[in-house]
């Protein structure tokens, strides 16, 4: 059928529905699509959407209430195994045997898929060369990077060579240059070996990289088409704005109450501006009154825009977002300039190994300051020292004025530290999870009771108070997460990855949040692979194998990879254009 029709996947009717005690939630409802053969096509939505169950129904692995799938010309509800037999599918946790080698993973799951043995020795070879993986066959999984791990996630899902690929969020927690790796390894599968690709992902810029592309919102199809047809009607309402008196933060914190605004986000110095209705340059420049001193500027729209304008047509206003600091009780004494995490040949060696080589930087109070690098460059390791949960080998390390080196305990109070898996306890509701980190900071009695109320309050919350954290939609957890992370008013905030998986609304609330605390004199650390997250931060450094590459604004990183064929290079772009220049040094003979 699949040759016949020309799509690998149709749907017509489909609806699945889950039960969770007495409460019956809808997943998908009434879905009909059809899927092209010989593309990528993207699956775009946002948090509890459908993507994944989608993708599970269509693999054969869960069973709808109603509705007829054909995958590859065969009837999904008729002969599941088939299916399974037939396609590849990669979830977002894919099951990598942590114990076993890179080889022994292979073997594995060449069993499981039957795999005859004569056709295995050329197929490894094609998946080794393929993901670049070749010199570690015999590396134990657990010792690769993620982004390593990814692409052997991919070559064993791939020992088959199905004719329809399915990859669930594939790219989520890598670094942008394990990123377009992956997508190198996609491209050549599409082009190369005829696959048609099914992809998911929570990053829009890869929609883009899509020939079609779903857009999904709670259960249901919004659209479907070649993403450049989504922005055609955002013609004259996407602006980039700059302003020689403020700072792409305070621009963005007044442009987001205005009327008229869909959407803003910043990048660097500048705010990116997307208007309800189309508007002239001197129209939106009026909105800031006279002498504003704004530069006001047309750009194209991009697919994220048309994603943010669609969603919010279709009342995903998802609450309110509150201005957090105006109830975070007090704002952290001190002069903006000052000091507040002072790093001087900091190193940190694991027997013979140095996963930190001497590096040095000062962050100053209320800064958003950004550590950014390659899988296994360091920065998580760096993260945890100043966190105060892993001790320094050399060096100086100062964090709000506690030398970490003698006194952790104390520069620990002063830290608010929300990791990137969300360290919170499943089992316990939300008010439960509050109350348990509330008592681990030291809060009692009224306080306590206070700052719960705050925390609940504040990120809207009420609704879900006696829902376990484990139950709770992803944007969900990571509110309650930055609440706990927030409870004892902390001077300096530690945000390692923390909107790694969460959908591009969730994570402009989330940064609207951040911006607000930052603004409030809360100095902010952070980790992110997403790159556009680097523009919030006021400064960054870029890592490489336990060295800083580089340091300084957004604008400044940017700078050093702007050349005449790419005048405006993105932060992207600037990243991988630095850690290429490391690794040709490396190379480099002495």
Not at 139 to 152: E, F, I, P, T, Y
Not at 416 to 423: E, I, R, V
Not at 536 to 554: K, S, W
Request: contains cysteine; hydrophobic residues 40%.
């Amino acid at each position: 059928m699949a040759q016949k029709s020309g799509y690998v996947l149709v749907m017509e009717g489909v609806t699945k529905s889950f039960r969770s005690g007495r409460q019956k939630r809808t997943a998908l409802e009434e879905i009909g699509l059809k899927v092209r053969q010989g593309v990528i096509t993207g699956l775009i939505g946002p948090d509890g959407a459908g993507k994944t169950t989608l993708m599970r129904i269509t693999a054969g692995l869960l069973v709808p209430d109603k509705g007829d799938i054909h995958v590859l010309g065969i009837d999904v509800n008729q002969d599941p195994l088939l299916v399974q037999a037939s396609i590849g599918y990669m979830p977002q946790r894919f099951g990598l045997y942590e114990d076993l080698t890179v080889q022994e993973n292979l073997d594995l799951y060449a069993d499981l898929q039957g795999v005859p043995r004569a056709r295995r020795p050329r197929r490894y070879a094609e998946l080794m060369e393929m993901t670049g993986l070749a010199p570690f066959t015999r590396r134990l999984a657990r010792r690769l990077s993620g982004g390593m791990k990814q692409k052997l996630g991919l070559a064993c899902t791939l020992v088959r060579s199905p004719e329809f690929l399915l990859l669930d969020e594939p790219t989520v927690g890598v670094d942008p240059i394990s990123r377009r790796e992956l997508w190198a390894i996609v491209y050549r599968l599409v082009q190369k070996e005829g696959m048609s690709v099914l992809l998911s992902t929570a990053y829009l810029d890869e929609a883009e990289r899509c020939q079609e592309v779903i857009l999904m919102h709670e259960g249901h199809i919004l659209g479907q088409d070649d993403p450049s047809q989504f922005c055609k009607g955002l013609k004259g309402q996407t602006f980039m704005l700059s302003s020689g008196t403020e700072s792409g933060r305070r621009l963005q914190i007044r442009i987001s109450s205005m009327p008229g605004v869909i959407d803003s986000i910043i990048l660097g110095d500048k705010v990116r501006l997307v208007t309800k209705r189309p508007q002239s340059p001197g129209e939106v420049e009026s909105l800031f009154g006279s002498g504003s001193g704004l530069s006001v500027q047309p750009v194209p729209p991009r697919f994220e825009d048309a994603f943010i304008s669609i969603l919010k047509g279709h009342s995903v206003d998802r609450r309110s977002v509150l201005p957090v600091a105006e109830k975070f009780s007090h704002s952290p004494k001190g002069s903006r300039g000052e000091d507040v995490i002072v790093v001087e040949g900091l190193k940190r060696r694991f027997g013979d190994f140095y996963a930190v080589k001497g590096i040095n930087f000062r962050v100053k109070r209320g800064e958003i300051f950004g550590l950014l690098g390659a899988n296994g460059a360091g920065k998580s390791t760096t993260f945890r020292m100043l966190c105060g949960l892993l001790p320094a080998s050399e060096g100086r390390l100062e964090v709000a004025g506690q030398n970490l080196r003698i006194a952790a305990a104390r520069a620990r109070a002063n830290i608010g530290y929300m990791a990137q898996k969300f360290s919170l306890y499943r089992g316990l509701t939300l008010l439960q999870n509050l109350r348990f980190f509330s008592s681990i900071y030291g809060l009692k009695g009224r306080r306590q009771r206070r700052r719960i109320e705050w925390a609940i309050e504040s990120f809207e919350m009420t609704h879900l108070v006696n829902m376990t954290s484990g139950d709770l939609p992803l944007g969900y957890k990571q509110r309650l997460a930055l609440a706990v992370a927030l409870m004892h008013e902390p001077e300096i905030l530690f945000l390692d990855e923390p909107t790694s998986g969460v959908d591009p609304i969730a994570r402009r609330e989330f940064w609207h949040r951040i911006n607000i605390l930052a603004d409030a004199n809360v100095t902010v650390l952070v980790t992110t692979h997403f790159m556009e997250e680097a523009e919030y931060c006021d400064r960054l450094v870029i890592m490489a194998q336990g060295e800083i590459l580089g340091q300084g604004t957004p604008e400044e990183i940017k700078a050093t990879s702007r050349t005449s064929q790419n005048p405006e290079p993105s932060m992207e772009d600037a990243f991988i254009a630095m850690i290429e220049r490391y690794e040709d040094r490396d190379k480099a003979p002495v």
